[in-house]
């Protein structure tokens, strides 16, 4: 079973960068590059939302609004890696972030980044914006 843990979480100030990094592992019947993987967060009370996905080779990615032009997301299949690389944070991104990873046959990337489209969950890392 596919394993995935996020890292790179953490406080930071408004106007801040971080990087969040995801790694995988477990490979079974599919490699890495048999995924496609998105960034999605929540915060209490709400639902979880996307924020960025990527297709199996990165060529095709999906933005939320909010991410657009600000967060980039990437990844190294070579290294079991996805990234998203967060700028110009702002206090309403503070979330707990989430990676994800579905079979890349059963989705496509470019109609959206919608967490009901994912089934490998990793277990979180906090990011917190200060104003």
């Known amino acids: 079973q596919l394993q995935l843990v996020e890292s790179g979480g953490g406080l930071v100030k408004t106007g801040g960068s971080l990087r969040l990094s995801c790694t995988a592992s477990g490979f079974s019947e599919l490699a890495f590059d048999d995924y496609a993987m998105g960034w999605f967060r929540q915060v209490p009370g709400k639902e979880r939302e996307g924020v960025a996905c990527?297709?199996?080779?990165?060529?095709?990615?999906s933005y939320a609004d909010s991410a657009k032009g600000r967060f980039i997301i990437s990844r190294d299949n070579a290294k079991n890696f996805v990234y998203l690389q967060m700028n110009s944070l702002k206090p309403e991104d503070t979330a707990s972030y989430y990676c994800a990873a579905v079979d890349e046959d059963k989705i496509w990337v470019s109609a959206g980044c919608e967490a009901r489209d994912y089934n490998i969950w990793g277990q979180g890392t906090l990011v917190a914006v200060s104003s």
């Open positions: 990527i297709n199996w080779k990165g060529g095709v990615q």
